[in-house]
């Protein structure tokens, strides 16, 4: 199972290694999208079926998100919850480690939620991902 939305609004490992500013992040936060859900049952076993799924949907969807939204993604991100896992397969796909979030959530505004801290894994699309982003 796969999902893919949205990236998050805020997150200071992501927006420090981007190097952009609020207005730039604004307008162009619409090409990254989070891999906000992935999952292979458990029962399932098959050696590196994880990594080959990444690598294959790396491969795919900027096509997808082409022909649904009108654009192509140059960034995917996702977050690892690091009370339940490693983010193991994400390494083995080459996705890059950027930090941790502070464990606040999307939905607290005002530092009163805590939450599990989650790894910030990223995987570029594209060569020019920080020209399209930033304008650099």
Avoid: H
């Avoid at 990236?7 to 891999?35: F, G, M």
């Avoid at 079926?49 to 900027?62: D, K, P, Y």
Wanted: charged share 30%; glycine share 6%.
């Amino acid at each position: 199972l796969l999902n893919f939305s949205s990236p998050a609004w805020k997150v200071q490992s992501r927006d420090e290694w981007v190097t952009w500013d609020q207005a730039t992040r604004e307008k162009n936060l619409k090409y990254i999208i989070n891999n906000s859900r992935f999952l292979i049952l458990p029962w399932v076993k098959s050696k590196n079926l994880a990594s080959w799924i990444l690598g294959a949907i790396e491969r795919r969807v900027q096509n997808d998100w082409s022909k649904r939204y009108g654009y192509r993604p140059v960034l995917m991100e996702t977050f690892v919850d690091t009370t339940k896992f490693k983010g193991t397969c994400y390494q083995a796909a080459n996705w890059s480690l950027l930090g941790v979030t502070q464990g606040r959530g999307k939905y607290d505004r005002f530092s009163e939620k805590k939450l599990s801290v989650k790894k910030l894994f990223v995987r570029r699309l594209e060569k020019n991902w920080k020209e399209v982003l930033v304008g650099v």
